[in-house]
Each structure stands twice: as structure tokens, then as C-alpha cells.
């Protein structure tokens, strides 16, 4: 076998697209040099590296992995402030890290790829910056959450405050004593409402529906414990083993409804309500009616305690409309209006998870397009390749682990089994691959089955869930995902 960053001399020479420079668009130009693959080009929409992390800046932002496991494997840091460290020292990390392996020079910044094409054995692609490029590889490392979903409320147009998404945070618009309203409870709404409802003059939360909320200390590492990982990097390592197995035991346990562990984590959510909510009426608003983890598990350590503040409301009656002065809610019951009076609206309202690379053009073999492959929804051969597209391979990608899992892990692990089958490319193997369709179809009908098992078909609405209410994500054990990940199998892929 070849040795990481050797190139033999009668191997194929291959140009590579990587788009999207977040996390798994670093991970992906580390390890292509690495392997000696150093033909390649990053296009990133943003002006910066991080993709998530540069699009997301609101406060009390944090990652809901611990930072020691949210972290690439080959690239271990000491110097994590806390267990879930915020969100401008998870960039500045991945901002580290391309800076050691030069993938800023690597990366062409604010041009967004609009189109790519499978035109005689190499993808043509183009940017809305009129940028064309020739490759024989493309790795969409485009991530899952970037597109921003906004609410179809009525009149959202007419609101004369400040309005943003919270991925858009608007930063010239000051909050300090401000009335403040929020729309949804998501993980980014709790960490809001745990971080600024002590600077805002009022802070109005709308809620549609109640979250469990796991209870999670997030201490700081003193520098002692820095010191002693910097000077023992085997402990490091060993932190970062026991998290993983950890998570993975946490993975098992969502995938089986009836699990003691999923036991465990709904006695845990529901002591934390009860023990920390001391008013029995909006304890009982705070209630979710469907399990704990059926919805991605949320994690704080302060939310109940910030929105029982005085100045804090949490209101539960249904958005009538949205006003120039504030949201107007109607009773249920009495079906009274009443008008919450905003100066600032912040729409906590998630993204549209189903989207991948979409809006962006993608033609593969014989002019299929990727419009019409996820016509009903996205589906791809174990996340990563798709019938029809060959030598496009998707990192993090339709159906792929993403609950409550580290997707570091995850793209590690895929990018190892997409380096297999660029080898295959480079030693002249195949000029073409791309999974068959009857892989991908004996997948999806495995993965669909495994899914009316889990904890998530439990009886909530979820952005897990696609159109016909199954999880759109992995539904086996992690285990499983790294046996799978070991190495591709031969008569899953068409070779050309």
C-alpha cells in the first residue's frame, strides 16, 4: 500500500473541487495533501473559513458535543476554555488549523459554486463569480445547517424594529435594555434566552413547542488542566477516547426506544423541569408532550433558571400576525388577541436541513440532474455517493449520523472510506464511480425500516423527519457506521 503523502509515479493525476471550507472542507484538504493529492481548489461562499462557525455569532452560541471530542483527531487541542466551549473559539480552532496546513492560500473566498457538470469524465465547474474550473473530483463539504429557514408568519414584512435570523445576527443593533422577542425554542433559542436575558429590558420567548432540556454543567478548564494536557498529550488523547465512547454509548440509545439508557436520559429531563421550575403553571407550559430526545436533545445549564427572570415571559398562545410594533398572539381559549410590543425580533427558526448543495446546479452522467434524483427528497449510497454522479462523493450527506453525534468523527470517518475510492481512481482501477443504484436503494429500504425503531418516530415533529415522517439520519449504532466506514464494498459502486 502507499504511504500518506506519496505519489506513484504511474498514478493517475487527479484535480480536485472541494466545496465548502467549514469543518469538513478543512478535514478534506488536510487529508488529500496528506495522501499527495495537492491538486485542489476550495470554494467557499463566505469571506471566511468555519462555515457554521463564521455564520453563526449570536451570544451564548456553543457546540453541544464537549470540545475535547469536537475536535479532528489529528489535531487535539489543550487549550479549550470549557467542556462546551462557545462558538468564536470553535472557529478560531478550525481558523488554527487551516492556518498550519495553508489551506487559506488553497481556498478562493466569496465565490459561491452555482454549477457543476459531468461532461466527458470530468465535472465542469462554475461560480456566481464567473470562476470555471475543471476536475476530476468533487467532494461537496457543504454541511447540513446553512441555510437559513424563515417563519410564513403574516406580516412578518411589516415589523419596524430590528429583525435577523439568529444565523445572521445583527451585531450594530443594541440589545442592552431592549425589549426583545424570540420565536422558536430550538438549541439556539435556549442558549439565547440563557445568554442575554440579564442585558435585555424584557425578553419575550415564543414558543410552539416545549423542549426537554438535559441538565449539563459546562465548567471551566483552569490552567492547571491546560498545562497538564499540553504537557501530557497521551491524557489528551485519552480524554478524547473516553468521550467518543461515551457519545456512543448515548448513540445506542436513542436508536432503541425502549432502551434502559433512553430511560435514563427522560428520568434526567424530567427531574431537571421539576426540580427547577418553581412555578407549577408554567412548569406545566415547559412540558413537552412527546419523549425526551425524540426532538434533537437540548442541553443548558441556565435556561429554566433565565426564563422564570422577571423580566422574562414565555408565551405559549399561537402568532395571529406580526405587526410594525410586535407580535400579536391569540387565546385559544377565549380567542383574545393580545400585542407583545418588540424592538428587536429574532427568528430562532432553524434551517432548512434538506438542502445540502441546493441551490446550486448539479448535472450529473448523461444530463440527470440532482433536481431530478431528489425530486422526492435526498438520498444518497451511506451518505456519500449518488447513482449517476460519479467521482462526486458528499461529506456529512443525506441520512448521515447526525444525532448528537460529533460530525467530526463522522466526516473522518467518511473522508477515510472516500480516500478509498480515489485510490481506486488514482491507480487506474476505474475512471468513474459513483454507487449503484441498487445499493442505494437496498440501503434506503434497511435504513427506513431501522428508523420505526428509534426514539425519534416517537410522536414529534422534528427537522430530523422528512415528508413522509421518517428520521432522515442514521439509525443504526455507531459501531455499525465505523464497520461500514472500514472500506467500501466492491459490488456497491459502478466502475467505468
Known sequence: MQRPGS????????????????????????????????????????????????????????????????????????????????????????????????????????DEVTHCEFIDGRWHVETAAGHQDVVDVVI????????????????????EGAMFHSSRWDHDVPIDGAKVGIIGTGSTAVQLVGAITERVGRLTLFQRTAQWIMPQDNPAYTEVQRDDYRDHPERLEESHSNLREMFGLFANAIIDSDSAEIAFIENACKAN????VHDPEL???????????????????????AIQQPNAALITDGIERIEAKGICTKDASTNETCLHELDVLV???????????RPMGIVGRDGHTMAEEWADRPNAYLSI??????????????????????????????????????????????????????AMEEFEAARVEAAKKTIWVTGCRSWYLDDRGIPATWPWSFARFREEMA??????????
Open 283 to 305: 412548569r406545566e407550559r415547559l412540558r413537552p408532550e412527546y419523549r425526551a430526545a425524540c426532538k434533537r436533545l437540548v442541553i443548558s445549564s441556565n435556561f429554566y433558571d
Open 273 to 276: 423541569l421539576e426540580d427547577n
Open 7 to 110: 505519489v506513484d509515479e504511474g498514478a493517475r493525476h487527479l484535480r480536485f473541487a472541494i466545496i465548502g471550507a467549514g469543518m469538513s472542507g478543512i478535514l478534506s484538504a488536510v487529508k488529500l495533501a496528506e495522501a499527495g493529492l495537492t491538486d485542489f481548489t476550495i470554494y467557499e461562499k463566505n469571506d471566511g473559513l468555519g462555515g457554521t462557525w463564521y455564520e453563526n455569532t449570536y451570544p451564548g452560541l456553543a457546540c453541544d458535543v464537549p470540545s475535547h471530542l469536537y475536535s479532528y483527531s489529528f489535531s487535539l487541542s489543550p487549550d479549550w476554555s470549557r467542556r462546551f466551549s462557545p462558538g468564536a473559539e470553535i472557529r478560531s480552532y478550525f481558523e488554527r488549523v487551516a492556518g498550519e496546513h495553508g489551506i487559506d492560500e488553497r481556498t478562493r473566498f466569496g
Open 140 to 159: 461537496a463539504a457543504t454541511g447540513v445547517l446553512h441555510h437559513p429557514n424563515y417563519p410564513d408568519i403574516d406580516g412578518l414584512d411589516t415589523f
Open 347 to 357: 427568528l430562532a427558526t432553524g434551517f432548512h436541513a434538506d438542502a445540502f448543495m
Open 385 to 438: 455517493s449518488i447513482p449517476e454522479f460519479p467521482n462526486f462523493f458528499m461529506l456529512n450527506g443525506p441520512n448521515g449520523p447526525v444525532g448528537n453525534f460529533s460530525l467530526i468523527e463522522v466526516a473522518e470517518l467518511q473522508f477515510g472510506y472516500i480516500l478509498a475510492l480515489i485510490e481506486q481512481l488514482r491507480s487506474g482501477g476505474a475512471g468513474e464511480l459513483s454507487a449503484t443504484r441498487a
Open 487 to 496: 472500506a467500501p464494498k466492491s459490488e456497491a459502486f459502478e466502475r467505468r
